[in-house]
């Protein structure tokens, strides 16, 4: 008798309505994990903070341990729940997980100074700016383009003594960058409680000290103590917001302080260009893929 594989996945298409109770009953059944995943192609935008958007039919996968007999589970998923049933279940074979996970994420250098490592690997120059950071909760491990921007600009104008905000700080990448170019002050600012939970723990693991960085939710006292008075504001957020929170960017910059803004498409830029004239004068800077980086000063 041939040995039995080391894992064995089920596989079910659900409606978005039926997969919680669904989830829960593979987990009380013994099921290892639940991986969910949009089963027709359909686009899910940035959820809220605790938010966990579905897609209307969704994919799922359950693991469980190979030596398991699933038929008799198999039979008694309630059909209420699930779109089709399998006739058996996937076996899996033993492999390094974690190894296999880990190797998707390499350093990445960003610009002249600057590199995102991955805590697992030693940085590929020891004398540069290095950045160890791992993917979280918290969007940011600079893997997407527009936080790539983002960092490329940082690495290029960030200089000693400067106040830098971090606005949609998510990991905190950003900012951790900005404090670690040689900025005196960096404030971060996300409306995710998460968010601001990570980028704390990487700034610490990265040396930032809470007096160089600190991150906070937009309604908390110490951003009007920064009305006015940063050299560079920076939001890697969505258009959207972007044009929602002009009044907010704007009010942080001194005099003559330049503002980057992200997380737009290049069929945006020009509703969030004309949002900011005449206060700041907007221009693409930058662009990766569809993704455009818009870079101004303040009057
Ligand atoms: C695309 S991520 C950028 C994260 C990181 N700064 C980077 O460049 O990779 C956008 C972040 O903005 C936050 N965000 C979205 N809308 C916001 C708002 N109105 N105020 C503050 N933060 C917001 C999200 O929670 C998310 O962490």
């Known amino acids: 008798m041939s040995e039995a594989a080391a894992w064995q996945e089920l596989h079910f298409t659900a409606r978005k309505s039926d997969v919680e109770p669904l989830e829960d009953w593979l987990f009380e059944h013994g099921a290892l994990s639940v991986t969910l995943e949009d089963e027709a192609d359909q686009p899910l935008l940035e959820p809220g903070p605790g938010e966990t958007p579905l897609w209307d039919l969704v994919r799922v996968t359950a693991l469980f341990e190979g030596a398991l007999d699933l038929k008799p589970l198999l039979a008694a998923v309630p059909g209420d729940w699930i779109l089709d049933r399998p006739t058996a279940a996937v076996p899996l074979a033993d492999r390094e997980w974690t190894r296999e996970w880990e190797s998707q994420f390499h350093p990445m250098q960003m610009g002249a100074r600057l590199w995102i490592c991955p805590s697992w690997t030693p940085p590929p120059d ?82 930032v000290t809470p007096a160089q960085f600190s991150a906070v939710l937009p309604d908390a006292a110490l951003i009007a103590t920064w009305a006015g008075s940063a050299d560079w504001v920076v939001a890697n957020i969505l258009a959207g917001p972007l044009v929602a929170l002009k009044p907010v960017l704007t009010g942080l910059l001194m ?33 990766r893929e569809e993704w455009v980086l818009l870079s101004g000063h303040a009057a």
Do not use: W
Request: glycine share 14%; hydrophobic share 45%; charged share 15%.
């Open 126 to 207: 020891p004398d540069a700016i290095n950045i160890l950071l791992d993917p979280g909760l918290a969007f940011g491990t600079g893997t997407h383009p527009t936080t790539a921007m983002c960092l490329r600009a940082l690495d290029a104008g960030v200089g000693s003594g400067m106040r830098v905000v971090d606005y949609g700080c998510g990991s905190g990448i950003l900012g951790i960058a900005g404090a670690r170019l040689g900025a005196a002050s960096v404030l971060g600012v996300d409306n995710d409680p998460q968010a601001i939970l990570a980028s704390h723990a990487n700034a610490a693991a990265n040396g």
């Open 255 to 287: 005099p003559g302080g330049r503002l980057t803004l992200a997380g737009l498409l290049e069929k945006q830029a020009r509703e969030v260009i004309e949002a900011y004239a005449p206060e700041v004068v907007l221009a693409v800077v930058d662009q």
